[in-house]
Structure formats: C-alpha cells, structure tokens
C-alpha cells in the first residue's frame, strides 16, 4: 500500500457527515421550491430547475477539487486573490448589466453570474490570512485600522454597484471573524455606538430613497400595500395560511396564482411555508442549525488558527444569509436581494454556498496531524 493512498483513507474517513447530511437535505427541499414555485406541475417552465441542477452538479466537482488541496495553500495565494477580488469587482462596471437598479451581474451568452458572490469566499480566504498574521492585536482602534481598510475596498466596490444588502453580508462575515481573532469588547461597543449616532446623519445625506423606503416598508408595509409593501404582505399571507402543516406541496395557492413575488429567490421561504406549514418551516429552520453547529465545531476542532478563522467567515455567511431572508419573509428584517443558502434558486447563490462548504469540510478532514 503507497503512503498516499494511506493519507487519501484517512482524511475521507475525517469527512464531517452531519455536514453532508445536511446541505444535501437542503438542497433537495430547494430543488422541490424550485420546481413548485416554477408551476411545473401546471406546465410551467422547467428551465430554472435545470439550471439548478446543473449548478448542484458543478458544485459537487467544485468541492472535489476543493478537497484536493491542503486549505493552508489557499492563503499564500493571499496577494493573487485580493487583486483577483478588485478586477472581478470592477468587471461589472464594464460588462455588467444592471439588474433591479445594480450593476451586479455580467451576462456571457447562456451564463450569467455575480462577481460578488465568487468575491465572497476569496474574500474569506485572506481576511483569515490577514487576522491570523494579526490575531489578539485588535484591543484598538489603531491596531483594527488596517483591517479596516483591508474590508473597506471590496465593501466601498460593491456599494458603488450599489448592492447594500451584499456589502452587509462582507461587514457581518468581517465582524465575526475579527470577534473570533480577538477584537476587543470595548470596540465592539464604540462601534455600536456610533452606528447608533450616525444614523440619522446616513438617513439624511447617505440614504437613497429606495433604502429610506426599504425600512419604511419593514415598519410598517401597510403604507405601501400595492407597491413596496405588497412583498411582505403577501408573504406573510402565504406563511399563515400554511397553518401547521400546509396546503401540500405544489398545492400552494398563493405560489401557483402568483400572488407570491420573487417566489424562486428571495421569498421561497414563503412557498415552503404556505405547502408544509409550520412543520417544513422548522424542519428547514432545524437543518440549518444544525449545519451552522457542525461548522462551529470544525472551527472549533481546527488544527491552526487559519482554518478556525475560514469555518467562521463562512459559518458567518451563512448566518446572515438565514437571518435575513427567512426574516424578511415574516417582516423581522427589512426586505433585500439576499438569497437563502442552498434552496433559493440561483446558480452562483448555489455553487458559491456549496465551495464554501467543501471549504469547510476541508478543513475538517486535516484537523488531526496524520502520523505513521
């Protein structure tokens, strides 16, 4: 037996099920919203589900070739990878297409993708290369600075696109990874403080008027039923008419009379709440938990503190993600673009959560020193 092959065995048997479990659960009931929310059932086109599939597909041999590669490399690429994050964040002001008021996606014939999305996770490979050069050095505001302005060149690119909700998913992954690098309690309490102070400052000179109305729309959707609120409306319509366990899966009737918006990406939560009520609702809610608690424990179980640092940017994307879109279907958060991981649809949504994931689970396979 070759010493290789050795290795190979050990570190498949260190891959982390629950992990696996899970997404895979996930993905399937996304492929089930999908395929209802397209009215397949009702002829309906098939054509997003395909598309899904198919990214599913390329993501399964994305990991692969992710689990090739001892994690460790992919942070002396940490130069390569932040100038690759700046042309890739730039392209879409050259051959983006605007999209619901953003210059975010580039069109290439049958493809399209968002540069953001690929920005996310190399952009969680060197912040933790960054923090790891600079982990328990972050008690002041002078010595966060330079994370500061590491976070401040992907964050102002994308708010020049503009993509608030984006630029929030990079300060949320930032926030929690600095936490676990050491950032100081006390900042984090100045911080919250000025946000709190320049607030109304950002609402009277920053603020565009879709983002006024966005927050308006949070508070109080009866304002605008027909128009900004309708989203939220008509969600949480769809949600409490699923009772406990719902009308049945593509029997939804707000899904299928189109009374649901944006029912294949941002309110897919609302398909599944309206066709398996409360139970679907917790099942999902329960996996992603779950999800979550095996990629703290990775983080937890790292052999060094750069694997620790990625499980948590990524385990930080994740929980954003979640947050904010199952509770903008309930009106908890305000309404943005975000997507729910591995079930909305939305090919460059599904294979950048699922390289996040081979990340991960990466990092778990080469928790332990393999010694003979």
Request: proline share 3%.
């Amino acid at each position: 037996m070759k010493v290789g092959d050795l290795i190979d065995k050990k570190l498949v048997r260190n891959i982390d099920l629950g992990i696996v479990f899970s997404s895979l659960s996930l993905i399937m009931i996304g492929f089930l919203a999908i395929a209802s929310a397209s009215g397949i059932l009702n002829g309906g086109s098939t054509g997003r589900l395909k598309v899904q599939i198919a990214a599913f597909i390329i993501g399964i041999i994305a990991i692969l070739v992710v689990l090739l590669f001892d994690y460790n490399t992919f942070g002396e690429l940490e130069r390569p990878l932040f100038v690759l994050n700046v042309l890739l964040l730039l392209s879409v002001f050259v051959f983006g297409d605007r999209v619901k008021g953003a210059v975010s996606w580039i069109d290439l014939g049958p493809v399209s993708f968002q540069p953001s999305e690929v920005v996310k996770i190399s952009f969680i490979l060197i912040f933790a290369k960054h923090l790891e050069r600079r982990k328990d050095n972050l008690q002041n505001i002078f010595q966060i600075l330079p994370s500061m302005l590491y976070l401040a060149v992907p964050v102002g690119l994308i708010l020049l696109q503009p993509d608030f909700g984006t630029a929030l998913v990079f300060m949320f992954i930032a926030f929690f990874m600095m936490f676990e690098a050491g950032l100081s309690y006390k900042i984090i309490g100045a911080g919250v403080g000025a946000v709190a102070a320049l607030f109304p400052i950002l609402w009277l000179f920053f603020f565009q008027d879709y983002q006024k109305d966005r927050i308006l729309t949070f508070l109080y959707p009866e304002l605008d039923p027909m128009g900004r609120g309708y989203h939220v409306i008509q969600s949480k319509i769809a949600i409490g008419s699923g009772l406990f366990s719902g009308k049945g899966i593509f029997h939804g009737t707000q899904n299928n009379l189109g009374f649901i918006p944006e029912r294949q990406t941002d309110f897919i939560f609302s398909v599944i709440g309206e066709e398996v009520g409360f139970i679907g609702c917790v099942i999902v809610i329960l996996l992603f938990m779950y999800l979550l608690y095996r990629m703290m424990y990775i983080a937890k179980v790292s052999k060094n503190d750069y694997g620790t640092l990625v499980c948590t940017g990524v385990m930080a994307m994740y929980l954003f993600h979640i947050l904010e879109n199952i509770g903008m279907t309930i009106q908890l958060m305000p309404v943005t673009g975000i997507p729910l991981p591995l079930i909305s649809y939305g090919g460059s949504s599904l294979l950048t959560n699922m390289i996040a994931l081979g990340l991960v689970i990466n990092i778990g396979m080469r928790r332990q020193v393999i010694r003979f």
